[in-house]
């Protein structure tokens, strides 16, 4: 039988010389032979470490997960592709723990084979991770304390706007009641304004709540085609003025997975959007051109919606989506905001299209459902 390979002089060379911590492990998980990187990671002399079940080298509570203590490496491992990195735990002589990455590789040899393991002390780079981890949970906490702080001055300012509209129109009605000649038609006219102001503080109200509940609703599969159709229905039904649509859908278009609630309120926020634009510009009829498409090699479904209004500018494109931010002559910015928050929350995406030709294009992606 010939001489097998690990105990030639070559090869022992290269495996002592490695840099790496190096075990050759035998088919019933036993090591064979260490290098000396790897008796001084795990703290064993060459003469202890070899010949000793690789389980010694993991702590006990995870052998049975790692089902070393019963199977051995190579039985445990058998399927596995060769050079796959594994991130476990392992243990030095005096009990420590730490994290490692092993990437195995096998060996023939003699008409045997073998595993041969490379270990990776990952110790350094797991500190790294973690205080990364902190970090950006500090800054996500200074990020929604900013958005926070934000918000209540947003809520005191838009509301305080229309109570103090509700104030001034009440006082009117009650100085004419008092006078003992009161003009019905200024009286209907301070009520109908009490009645408008009270409505917009009641919508930003409903819109922060929105924005601090988005996540609160579960997902489900559903056609979001027939929820188009649905949603297109309702904006034309909104608005007094005949509102013309092209819808254009891919046959069998898959389910997405999402809530269904939310993503209603993104589309119905983006064609209002549309179609107030050309109504504030001053344009003819509102024209609105759907489009949803499934791009299969990234499994998402992207609807495309586009009006015929003005366009947006390129200082308003930088800050679109920014809370508070508005383009409008009425309502508190934060429809785009709380749109791209819920499409993120699911997975999916929401971006303006930055163009020369006349009208707004916005696109969004939703996952597909498994």
């Not at 179609?275 to 051109?289: D, M, N, Q, S, Y």
Request: glycine residues 8%.
């Amino acid at each position: 039988m010939s001489e097998p390979l690990f105990e030639s002089q070559g090869f022992r060379w290269l495996f002592d010389a490695a840099v790496d911590a190096l075990l050759l492990v035998d088919e019933a998980g036993r090591v064979v032979i260490s290098n000396p990187a790897a008796q001084q990671l795990f703290d064993y002399s060459e003469g202890v470490l070899n010949g000793q079940p690789i389980e010694l080298l993991v702590p006990t509570r995870f052998r049975d997960s790692h089902r070393m203590h019963r199977d051995g490496v190579a039985q445990s491992l058998h399927g596995r592709p060769a050079g796959g990195g594994l991130a476990l735990m392992a243990l030095t002589r005096d009990g420590s723990e730490f994290p490692v990455e092993i990437s195995l590789s096998p060996l023939e040899s003699g008409g045997r084979t073998y595993t041969l393991a490379t270990v990776h002390d990952i110790t350094v780079r797991k500190n790294l991770e973690r205080d990364n981890l902190g970090r950006r949970r500090e800054m996500d906490a200074l990020h929604k304390h900013h958005i926070a702080a934000q918000t209540v001055a947003a809520i005191a300012h838009e509301i305080n706007q229309p109570l103090l509209a509700i104030a001034s129109y009440s006082k009117s009605a009650l100085l004419m009641l008092e006078k003992g000649n009161p003009d019905p038609d200024r009286i209907r006219q301070a009520v109908e304004g009490s009645e408008r102001q009270a409505q917009r503080a009641g919508q930003s109200i409903r819109e922060m709540l929105d924005f601090l509940n988005m996540n609160d609703a579960p997902a489900e599969a559903f056609d979001l085609g027939q929820e188009i159709q649905e949603v297109l229905n309702a904006a034309r039904q909104e608005h007094d003025i005949p509102v013309s649509a092209l819808l254009d859908v891919e046959q069998a278009l898959p389910k997405v997975v999402a809530n269904r609630m939310h993503i209603h309120k993104v589309l119905l926020n983006l064609l209002h959007n549309g179609i107030e634009a050309v109504l504030e510009a001053g344009g003819e009829a509102p024209a609105l051109t759907v489009t949803a498409r499934t791009m299969k090699e990234k499994r998402l479904v992207e609807v495309t919606i586009e009006d015929n209004g003005p366009g947006i500018n390129a200082e308003a494109q930088k800050r679109l989506f920014d809370p508070f931010f508005t383009t409008k002559s009425s309502g508190i910015g934060m429809g785009l905001a709380i749109s791209r928050s819920l499409m993120e929350a699911h997975g999916g995406e929401l971006w303006a299209e930055s163009r020369q030709a006349p009208g707004a294009c916005f696109h969004l992606t939703l996952p597909l459902a498994s």
